[in-house]
């Protein structure tokens, strides 16, 4: 079996982030979600998760800025 990852969805659309995060939870992995940029970027910085899926166009701001807050903030964090 793969190693479990602890892994952050950032997606405004709870339906769609939903969905990825109930496939991943079954794969074995542990989830986070965020609805916006302010709150990815809080957990990020207090969960340090393995990978973080964002959605680009986000309300608050692009998940570009995301990235490079990711970027800035840890070495370890894979994002897509």
């Not at 190693?3 to 950032?10: G, S």
């Not at 969905?19 to 910085?45: K, P, S, V, W, Y």
Request: overall charge negative.
């Amino acid at each position: 079996m793969a190693a479990q990852a602890k892994i952050l969805i950032v997606d405004d659309e709870r339906d769609s982030g939903g969905r990825l995060r109930q496939a991943l939870q079954r794969a074995g992995h542990t989830c986070l979600a965020a609805f916006d940029a302010n709150e990815a970027i809080q957990l990020i910085d207090a969960e340090s998760p393995d990978l973080v899926i964002t959605d680009l166009s986000l309300p608050d701001t692009s998940g570009i800025e995301i990235i490079r807050h990711i970027r800035a903030k840890s070495a370890t964090t894979q994002s897509s």
